[in-house]
């Protein structure tokens, strides 16, 4: 097992959720990390709060994955230790809205695009640069289970993790005469901010998603990228596909003391 200690582990959206439980888990295991979100504030307790707690190193800044320039600057920016990038996790996304194509709020669509499509692009095309000069790294491209079959009314969010998981197997074919691996991890339904995000701060639409089930947790999905980033040299997990134990698919789901017709 490739061992995790004072590796530079770049985590987007890091603030909450899936990311933010990366950050615990590489921190637990000696990395240095690099943190990024919009939320300063959060970004800025996580990091106290893991710098107390496993005495690791950690640079943690406010970015806006889909602002191009603003991605540019930051790495550029990065001091020359710092730009070692052996990890990159593209974690920051989201959804907005859940409704039939036609009756959407097309504001939604570019949210949801320009974040988990132009944002994971604008970030790797600044970052896989440093790891093609030294022919070694990691991507970890967050991706869905929304990204392997679509569901009634997941359209543009569904797409876009689609081109996720093209894109994840784009990248493995131009760097595969370099020692970097490329993989994606797709959850499928995970306790975060992702449902309140989704309904626009609605609680009680967001708690009815998890209805009946048990979701996974951020930190099995933290857990499932360990296992990702610490295989052997030569082996590429090239994808995992992880689901609460009874959810199927993104469309069959058992739901506990839940009646259906
Ligand atoms: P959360 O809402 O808890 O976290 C999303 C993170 O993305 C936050 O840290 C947020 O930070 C960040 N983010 C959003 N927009 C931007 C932006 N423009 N620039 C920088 N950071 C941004 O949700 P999850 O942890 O669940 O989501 C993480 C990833 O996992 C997403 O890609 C999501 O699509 C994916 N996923 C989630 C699943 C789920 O069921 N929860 C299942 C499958 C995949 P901030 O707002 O501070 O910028
Ligand atoms: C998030 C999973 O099914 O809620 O990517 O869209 S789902």
Same mark, same amino acid.
């Given at each position: 097992m490739a061992s995790l200690k004072n590796k530079i582990v770049l985590i987007t959206g890091?603030?909450?959720g899936i990311g933010m439980a990366c950050a615990e888990a590489f921190a637990r295991k000696g990395s240095k990390l690099i943190l990024c979100a919009r939320r300063l504030e959060r970004l800025t307790e996580l990091r106290t709060r893991l710098v107390k707690k496993f005495k690791v190193e950690i640079l943690a800044f406010q970015l806006d994955v889909r602002n191009r320039a603003a991605v540019k600057k930051a790495v550029e920016n990065l001091p020359n230790k710092w730009k070692q990038v052996d990890i990159l996790i593209n974690n920051a996304g989201l959804a907005r809205g859940l409704s039939k194509l036609h009756e959407a709020d097309t504001k939604h669509w570019e949210e949801m695009i320009d974040t988990n499509l132009k944002g994971l692009l604008n970030v790797t095309r600044y970052v896989l640069p440093l790891m093609v000069a030294k022919s070694s790294g990691h991507i970890v491209n967050i991706g869905s289970t929304a990204g392997h079959e679509v569901y009634p009314m997941g359209n543009v969010y569904c797409a876009t993790k689609f081109a996720v998981k093209s894109l994840t197997q784009s990248i493995r074919l131009d760097v595969l005469d370099k020692d970097i691996k490329v993989t994606s991890v797709d959850p499928g339904m &995970?306790?975060?901010e992702f449902s309140k995000v989704r309904f626009s701060g609605d609680e009680s639409r967001a708690k009815k998603v998890y209805d009946g089930i048990k979701p996974l947790s951020p930190n099995n999905v933290a857990d499932a990228i360990l296992f990702c980033t610490t295989?052997?040299?030569? &082996?590429?997990?090239?994808e995992i596909i992880l689901t609460p134990i009874?959810?199927?698919?993104?469309?069959?789901i058992y739901r506990q003391n839940i009646k259906t017709k």
């Open positions: 890091a603030s909450s &995970v306790l975060t295989r052997p040299k030569n &082996v590429n997990i090239n009874h959810q199927a698919s993104s469309t069959q």
